[in-house]
């Protein structure tokens, strides 16, 4: 009788015992809820208990509820493919499905409902529990928006106008960091770009008053990790970053600091990462990272901005040189002459001489007919490529017919255009193309047409041709 007693005694308090483990799990996961909030508890990957509410919330929102009734590491890739709004905590369960204590807490959001997810996973002995506390916030959800919008004011206005500013994207990004810095949010910022070789280029760094610009690292580090992976990414602690294997973090300061990550996107293309940084464990409150956020987005608009201007620049570049770009000597073409050569010519100052010359490439004929058109197209492309050695960036040069060419020259007396046209003539003697030219200049006469002013000074090049036929 005794014995049976002890055994009853020993099954109760091990049943206590029991009980007690799941309710000191529910106390610790339930001691933030509110009555809006549901949770489950598995016992070594079953379920133990769930609120009955859940069947309906889950039915809402397209949860079989059945699919988490024996949950296990085999089975995450499933739920990652069927649940992907909880992508990251399924992700960050499988990492560290093995360890004996993990917690891990996020906020998620169907339309108009907004929810917070605290999970917690303990192993005692040769059991683990796990338990999953669902808390709907969609009556707070003002709350979160305030805090949005009270982020958004405490940034300065100048700052969405400098986003589409001509001003370059480093100087953009430091009155950033000087904002945050001197708010003491943040002790470092940088800001990375994926190369084509799959390199980083720092375009932006920042460590207190120590500046990094286009500052290259080849090696896969946390700015590459955001990157690949494409998601957000908050280290609460830089001596615990759990990273995969290939990748590695670049320590700033030997003490632990605060990371939170940012992929930067143009649409649906990951381009880069900023990574916010400070001094201290978990130094980031709430609206800190909506204050990342919103810069993240800030910069980049400013970076698809800064892309869409050189591609429109580059596709204007190539516009110009097809269209006023003579294809083989890379002179303007007459297209150029009379479409924005006026223009031009009308927006220099009254004050400034233009001086026009008119240059005829001396016995060209007879150099096309004894050595050939492409001898003579590498003599036309040398007289071009050594004129431009000698011109100033201000000078025009123009190919008018076969062997004929414009040049003007700004604010150039006559005898300093004479001076520049004999150097031309020097360096072209000095290379490997000779040939000799006969020209006419004078100032542009603002009175008379473009026209009439090539006939003038035309007339004034065959005075000097005749002249050397003559000798």
């Not at 008053?209 to 990157?227: Q, V």
């Not at 649409?267 to 919103?294: P, R, W």
């Amino acid at each position: 009788m005794s014995i049976c007693i002890v055994v009853l005694v020993t099954v109760i308090a091990l049943l206590l015992v029991y009980i007690f483990r799941i309710l000191k799990l529910i106390k610790i996961i339930y001691r933030t809820a509110k009555k809006n909030s549901n949770i489950i508890i598995w016992k070594n990957s079953k379920i133990l208990y769930y609120d009955k509410s859940l069947i309906e919330l889950f039915k809402k929102h397209g949860i079989n509820l059945n699919d988490f009734k024996d949950y296990s590491k085999e089975k995450i890739n499933f739920y990652i493919k069927n649940y992907p709004f909880i992508q990251d905590f399924l992700e960050r369960l499988n990492q560290n499905f093995e360890e004996e204590l993990f917690e891990y807490e996020t906020l998620f959001s169907f339309p108009n409902e907004f929810y917070k997810i605290k999970f917690r996973r303990e192993r005692h002995k040769h059991s683990t529990y796990s338990a999953l506390l669902i808390i709907n916030l969609s009556s707070d959800i003002n709350k979160y928006i305030d805090e949005l919008i009270n982020s958004i004011y405490k940034i300065p206005e100048e700052f969405f106008k400098l986003t589409t500013s001509d001003k370059s994207t480093y100087e953009f990004v430091d009155s950033f960091f000087r904002f945050l810095y001197q708010k003491n949010i943040i002790d470092s910022l940088a800001v990375g770009i994926k190369q084509i070789d799959g390199s980083i280029n720092i375009i932006y760094g920042k460590i207190g008053n120590k500046k990094f610009r286009n500052y290259i690292i080849k090696d896969k580090t946390l700015t590459s990790y955001i990157i690949d992976t494409g998601k957000k990414l908050y280290v609460k602690n830089s001596e615990e970053i759990d990273l995969p294997k290939a990748y590695k973090l670049i320590k700033i300061i030997d003490k632990p600091y605060s990371i939170y990550g940012i992929p930067l996107k143009i649409e649906d293309s990951i381009f880069g990462a900023v990574l916010f940084e400070k001094e201290g464990i978990n130094n980031f409150t709430l609206k800190d990272i909506h204050l990342f956020e919103i810069l993240s987005f800030l910069i980049s608009i400013n970076l698809k901005l800064k892309k869409e201007y050189e591609i429109l620049y580059e596709n204007n570049k190539k516009n110009i040189e097809k269209s006023y770009l003579d294809p083989l000597t890379k002179a303007y073409n007459r297209n150029y002459l009379y479409e924005i050569l006026p223009k031009e010519i009308k927006s220099t100052k009254k004050r400034e001489k233009i001086t026009i010359v008119f240059l005829d490439l001396d016995n060209f004929k007879y150099i096309n007919d004894k050595f050939g058109h492409i001898y003579g197209d590498k003599i036309l492309i040398n007289f071009v490529k050594t004129a431009k050695k000698v011109l100033r960036n201000n000078d025009i040069i123009i190919r008018y017919g076969g062997d004929e060419f414009l040049i003007l020259l700004l604010g150039s007396s006559i005898q300093d255009s004479k001076n520049i046209i004999k150097r031309i003539k020097k360096m072209i003697y000095k290379s490997e193309y000779i040939v000799d030219f006969s020209y006419g200049l004078m100032y542009l006469d603002p009175k008379k047409s473009l026209e009439e002013n090539i006939k003038v000074v035309d007339r004034k090049m065959y005075e000097m041709k005749n002249r050397k036929k003559k000798i």
